[in-house]
C-alpha cells in the first residue's frame, strides 16, 4: 500500500492509503470532534460532528472520508464551526435538562461538545413534551434514556462488533426510531449478559451504569 | 428558548481513577476505578491491557462492591468459649438445610456472630500463633496444613507458602488450583515439561480453528469469549466438544455434545480418524516428540462407529470434526473444567495435548494449548509455590539439591516429605491426621467435594485460623477470625491465563483494623521466631524472582501499568507469547496414550440421572464476593438445577417449581429451569448457592495424579418438591446482618 500527503488546516502529512481524514489529523495531534465515532469501532458517519471542508460542493464526514493524495482540508472555518455548532443544538434541542451520564461517570460527550463550541441557547423546537422518547429501567445494572439516544449507533456496533453480543438493534422511524433489544424487548428480559459495554461507548445519558456506588446492607 | 444548562457534577470531576485490574477470573481484565476521596468506587472502566483491550464483563464492570460491603469484617475475632466443642454456627452450615424455606443468601451474622468476641489485634494473633504452635509441639509438624487462595497477589502466595514451609515446617500448602487445573497442569508437565499456557487468548485470531474442548468462556472467562467470537467472525472455525451446551456453541462451526466421561473416547476416536487419514504431521512428530507408534497403537480400537457408541456422538461427525482439525494449518486448543474436574481428568488433558502434539500445533502463532485458567492469580500462586509438591517457580520439594538452595534462600531447613493436597487434607483431618489449619481467603466448607464430610473434618480440628473479607461458611469453624484485605485495598501482581504478570493498585483503605494480608502473615511469622523483614510488596516481589527464575527480568519498575508476560528473555522484552517454537522444556514433547476410563458414582434405578457442576456468568465460586455485589445479586438471585424438557415432563416438572434433588450423600432443595443445554438424562446445578450446595451431592473421589475431584459427574434422583411452599423471605434471612 503506498502512502498518501496531503494538507491538513494548512500542515503536510503523510499517511497510508486509505487512512481517514479523522485518523490522519489524530496523527497531527487535530482533535477533530466527533460523537458518533470511536477508534475501537467501523467508522459510519452520522452524527455528522466531525464534517470537515475538502473544498467540495459538500462537508463530507472526517471519521469515513478516506484521504486523497494532496487534499486540502479545513477543520476550522467559519462555516465549519457554525455547522458543529447547529447540529450540536438540534441533538440538544431534545436532550433531558440533565445528562445522566455527568452524575454517573461524568463523561457526556455531547455536553462536553456543547461547553467546547460554546451553546447558550437552543433555537430549536423541543419535540420530547408532546412525544416523550421513553425510558427502560428493566436492567438492574443498566439504565436505558431514549430522550437522550442521539441514534449515534456506537452500543449497537459495540454489542456486535466488540462483544458479539447482538443484542441492540435498531426500531421505528423518523422520530419514533429508537435503539431496541433482540425483537424490541426490555433490556432486563433480553438476552444482554450486562456486559457493559454499550455505557462505555455511549457519548450521551442514553445508556449509563445504574448507581453502584453505595451497597445496601441486604 | 430552552438554554443549555451544564449539567456537570463535582463529584466526577474530582474522581481519581486508577490503574488496576478486574479482581475475578484469569483473563485478567486492565481497568480504572473512579473512587473518590473517601475510596467510594463509582465505575470500573476497561483499559487498554494486553488480554482485554478496553473490554470488560458483567462481573469486572458491576461486581466491585463486594468490598464496600457492611458484612465486611473490621475487628479480628475469637470464638467464645461456651462455642466449643466446634462445630457450624448456623443452621445453615449445621445439617442438610437446603430449600426454599431455609436460610438462604450469604451468612446470617445475626446467627453466627454472638458465638465469637472482638479481640485486639495482639490478642488475636497471639492465639493463632500459640494454637498453630501448639499442634506443631504436641503432633508435629505434618499435623499443620494451610490453604492459600488463588484470589491473593504473588506476594501474598509467596509468603504464604514460605510461611507454612518455613514457619510451621511442613509441605502440606495447598490453594484451589487443586479444585480447578490440577490435573491439566500434571498432563502438561508430564506432557512437554511445563504447566502454563503456550499461548495467549488473543492469538485465536491467528488460528485456522480452535478447539473449545470441556469448557463455557461465555460464562466464565466472557472476555477471552468475545475474541473467539471476533476470530469466529473473520472466519477461525471454532469446534466445540461438551456434555452441556456452551454459549460459545452458537459461534462454532461444529459442537459435538458428547456423553459424560466420554471425553477420552472422544479424542482417541478423532486422533483415530486423523491417523488413518493421514492427517498427522509427521515431520513434527519426528523431530519434535516420542512415544507416537505408543499412541498410535493406543487409539487404533477407537473408531469413529466404537466412540460413537461411547460418547453419542455419530461416526460422521467425529469424522468430520477429525478431518477439520486435521487439515487446518493451525489450531489452538483451549479447555476447562469439563476436562479437568473428573477422576480421568488428567487422561483428559492427556488426550488434548497428544491431539496438539499430532497435529504440530505448538509453537508458532495460531497454535498452542491453553487451559483457561480460572481464579485471577491461579497461574501466579501456583507459579508462587502454593502447591504441596512444588517450591516457587515449579521446583520439586523431593529434589534434594532444590530443597539445599531453598533453605540457603530462606535460612531454614526445610521439610523433605512432599505435603497432601486440598481434598488429601480434609480426609487426613477425617483421620486425625491433620490437626491444624491455616485458610486465608479460601472457603473449603463450600468449595471441595461432599459437604457433609468436609463439615466433619473441620469439626475435628485442634485449631483453625481463618484470614478473610466476611465470615464464610468455613470461618464459622474458626477459633481466631482474622480480617484481611480486599483485592482493591491492596499492592500486588497478578498473574493471568495468558501468562501476564500485572501490578493491582489499591484504591480503598481496608475497613476498619482490617489489614494487609501480608502484614498478617509476616506478623505471625515474627510472632513464631521468624525474622521477617520486607520494605513493601515489590522486595516480596523481588525475593520471589530470586527463588523462581521463571519470573526472571521482572520487576516493580518493569512491569509497570502494562505488565509483561513471562518468560521474559531479558529486561527490555515484553516477554514472549508464544512458547516453545523450537524444543520443550522436557526436550521432545511426550504422547501419553490414554484409555477410555469408568468414573465412579455412575447412575442405577435409584439415582438414574448425571448431575454435572460449573459456574454461571454473574457468580464467582462460593459466591462470598458476588452474592455481596448488589448488580450481580440483583441479576441472578437464586440458583436453578437445569433439566432437559423431556426429563421434566417425565417427572412433572414445570419450568420454574421446586425439586429434590437427591445423590448418595446428601440433598438439596432448588428451582428447576428447563433448557435444552442439558443433555436428555442429565442435569446443571451451579456451586454458588449455599442454600442449593452443589457440594452436599458431589463425590469425593479424586484423579490418582493430579489429586483433583470429581465435580463433573455424580448420579442423582430429580423429584418434585411435594409439600407446598411459601417462597423464601429473603429480607426474614440477610436483613438482620448490617
Avoid at chain 2, 67 to 87: C, E, N, S, V
Amino acid at each position: 500500500m503506498s502512502d498518501v500527503t496531503l494538507t491538513i488546516d494548512g500542515r503536510r502529512v503523510t499517511v497510508p492509503e486509505g487512512t481517514t481524514i479523522w485518523d490522519a489529523a489524530q496523527t497531527l495531534g487535530i482533535d477533530i470532534p466527533v460523537l458518533c465515532h470511536d477508534p475501537r469501532l467501523d467508522p459510519v458517519g452520522v452524527c455528522r460532528v466531525c464534517a470537515v471542508d475538502v473544498g467540495e460542493r459538500t462537508l463530507p464526514a472526517a471519521c469515513v472520508r478516506a484521504v486523497s493524495p494532496d487534499m486540502e482540508v479545513r477543520t476550522d472555518t467559519q462555516e465549519i464551526m457554525a455547522h458543529r455548532r447547529v447540529l450540536t443544538e438540534l441533538l440538544l434541542a431534545d436532550q433531558p435538562a440533565v445528562s445522566q451520564r455527568e452524575q454517573t461517570t461524568g463523561d457526556d460527550k455531547l455536553y462536553a461538545l456543547a461547553r467546547e463550541v460554546k451553546v447558550t441557547d437552543i433555537p430549536w423546537p423541543d419535540q420530547s413534551e408532546r412525544q416523550p422518547r421513553g425510558q427502560d429501567a428493566s436492567s438492574p445494572v443498566i439504565a436505558v434514556d431514549h430522550q437522550a439516544c442521539i441514534m449515534c449507533d456506537r452500543c449497537v456496533r459495540a454489542c456486535d462488533d466488540i462483544q458479539h453480543n447482538d443484542v441492540i438493534t435498531r426500531t421505528g422511524k423518523g422520530y419514533s426510531a429508537r435503539i431496541a433489544f433482540d425483537l424490541d424487548v426490555p433490556m432486563g428480559e433480553s438476552s444482554c449478559v450486562s456486559c457493559g459495554e454499550c455505557v462505555a461507548v455511549c457519548p450521551t445519558g442514553a445508556l449509563t451504569h445504574q448507581s453502584l456506588a453505595t451497597t445496601d446492607a441486604g | 428558548m430552552k438554554q443549555f444548562a451544564d449539567s456537570t457534577n463535582a463529584t466526577f470531576s474530582d474522581l481519581t481513577e486508577t490503574a488496576t485490574l478486574c479482581p475475578y477470573c484469569g483473563v485478567g481484565c486492565a481497568l480504572n476505578y473512579g473512587s473518590d476521596s473517601e475510596g467510594v468506587i463509582h465505575y470500573a472502566k476497561g483499559r487498554d491491557g494486553a488480554s482485554n483491550a478496553g473490554r470488560l464483563c458483567v462481573k469486572g464492570r458491576y461486581g466491585f462492591d463486594y468490598a464496600a460491603h457492611p458484612q465486611r469484617l473490621t475487628r479480628p475475632l475469637i470464638r467464645r468459649d461456651d462455642a466449643y466443642p466446634r462445630g457450624p454456627l448456623s443452621t445453615f452450615s449445621r445439617a442438610n438445610s437446603s430449600g426454599p424455606r431455609k436460610p438462604g443468601g450469604i451468612v446470617d451474622y445475626a446467627e453466627v456472630l454472638p458465638h465469637f468476641r472482638e479481640a485486639t489485634w495482639e490478642e488475636a494473633l497471639e492465639r493463632a500463633a500459640s494454637g498453630l504452635a501448639k499442634v506443631r509441639d504436641t503432633h508435629g509438624a505434618h499435623a499443620l496444613a494451610g490453604f492459600g487462595s488463588a484470589k491473593g497477589s504473588n506476594e501474598e502466595a509467596y509468603l504464604f507458602q514460605k510461611f507454612i514451609r518455613t514457619v510451621l515446617g511442613t509441605n502440606n500448602v495447598d490453594h484451589c488450583t487443586r479444585l480447578c487445573h490440577a490435573s491439566s497442569v500434571y498432563a502438561l508437565i508430564e506432557g512437554i515439561g511445563s504447566g502454563a499456557v503456550t499461548n495467549v487468548v488473543r492469538d485465536v485470531e491467528n488460528a485456522e480453528v480452535a478447539v473449545i474442548a470441556g469448557c463455557n468462556p461465555t460464562a466464565n472467562h466472557p472476555v477471552a469469549a468475545s475474541f473467539m467470537k471476533q476470530a469466529a467472525a473473520k472466519g477461525t472455525g471454532l469446534l466445540a466438544v461438551n456434555v452441556r451446551r456452551p454459549g460459545m456453541a452458537s459461534y462454532c462451526e461444529q459442537y459435538c455434545q458428547i456423553t459424560p466421561g466420554s471425553d477420552v473416547a472422544f479424542y482417541n476416536a478423532v486422533m483415530h480418524v486423523i491417523i488413518a487419514e493421514d492427517l498427522h504431521d509427521q515431520a513434527f512428530i519426528d523431530q519434535r516428540t516420542e512415544g507416537f507408534e505408543a499412541l498410535a497403537k493406543a487409539v487404533k480400537p477407537y473408531t469413529p462407529e466404537a466412540a460413537e457408541a461411547m460418547t453419542g456422538v455419530p461416526a460422521a461427525q467425529i469424522t468430520a470434526f477429525a478431518r477439520r482439525l486435521g487439515q487446518a494449518q493451525s489450531a489452538m486448543f483451549f479447555w476447562g473444567m469439563g476436562i479437568s474436574q473428573h477422576v480421568f481428568g488428567t487422561d483428559n488433558a492427556r488426550c488434548l495435548i497428544a491431539l496438539a502434539l499430532l497435529t504440530g500445533n505448538i509453537g508458532r502463532p495460531g497454535t498452542g494449548l491453553h487451559p483457561l485458567r480460572g481464579q485471577n492469580n491461579v497461574q501466579g500462586a501456583s507459579d508462587a509455590g502454593l502447591v504441596p509438591m512444588y517450591y516457587p517457580g515449579y521446583q520439586a520439594v523431593s529434589d534434594a539439591s532444590v530443597r539445599e538452595r531453598f533453605e540457603q534462600l530462606w535460612n531454614v531447613s526445610l521439610p523433605e516429605q512432599p505435603g497432601l493436597t486440598t481434598a488429601e487434607i480434609t480426609h487426613a483431618a477425617l483421620e486425625g491426621e491433620i490437626r491444624g489449619l491455616y485458610c486465608m481467603g479460601e472457603n473449603p466448607f463450600l468449595s471441595d467435594p461432599d459437604m457433609n464430610q468436609v463439615r466433619k473434618a473441620l469439626s475435628s480440628l485442634d485449631c483453625l485460623v481463618v484470614q478473610d473479607l466476611f465470615i464464610t461458611e468455613t470461618a464459622e469453624f474458626a477459633d481466631v477470625i482474622l480480617p484481611a484485605s480486599a483485592f482493591m485495598e491492596k499492592r500486588g501482581t497478578f498473574t493471568n491465563t495468558d501468562r501476564r504478570v500485572q501490578i493491582g493498585r489499591p484504591v480503598r483503605q481496608p475497613p476498619g483494623q482490617a489489614r494487609q494480608d501480608w502484614h498478617i502473615l509476616r506478623d505471625l511469622a515474627q510472632r513464631l521466631g521468624h525474622d521477617w523483614d520486607y520494605a513493601d510488596e515489590s522486595a516480596v516481589f523481588d525475593e520471589f524472582v530470586q527463588a523462581a527464575p521463571l519470573y526472571a527480568n521482572l520487576t516493580y519498575d518493569r512491569l509497570g501499568e502494562h505488565g509483561r508476560w513471562y518468560p521474559c528473555p531479558d529486561a527490555n522484552s515484553e516477554g514472549e507469547r508464544v512458547l516453545f517454537g523450537d524444543q520443550f522444556p522436557i526436550g521432545r514433547g511426550r504422547f501419553v496414550p490414554a484409555e477410555l476410563g469408568q468414573a465412579p458414582d455412575l447412575p442405577d434405578d435409584d439415582y438414574p440421572l448425571v448431575l454435572n457442576t460449573g459456574r454461571q456468568l454473574e457468580h464467582w465460586h462460593t459466591g462470598v464476593m458476588t452474592r455481596r455485589s448488589r448488580a450481580l445479586d440483583a441479576l441472578a438471585p437464586e440458583a436453578r438445577v437445569e433439566v432437559h424438557p423431556s426429563d421434566a415432563k417425565r417427572l412433572g416438572i414445570t419450568d420454574g417449581s421446586w425439586t429434590t434433588l437427591r445423590s448418595r450423600r446428601g440433598a438439596v432443595e432448588v428451582q428447576a429451569h428447563i433448557t435444552r443445554d442439558v443433555a436428555l438424562g442429565t442435569l446443571f446445578l451451579p456451586m454458588h448457592f449455599r442454600e442449593a450446595a452443589a457440594n452436599l451431592l458431589t463425590t469425593p473421589e479424586l484423579d490418582p495424579f493430579g489429586k483433583i475431584p470429581q465435580f463433573k459427574i455424580c448420579a442423582v434422583a430429580l423429584a418434585p418438591l411435594s409439600t407446598p411452599l411459601t417462597p423464601p423471605q429473603p429480607d426474614a434471612v440477610s436483613h438482620a446482618a448490617g
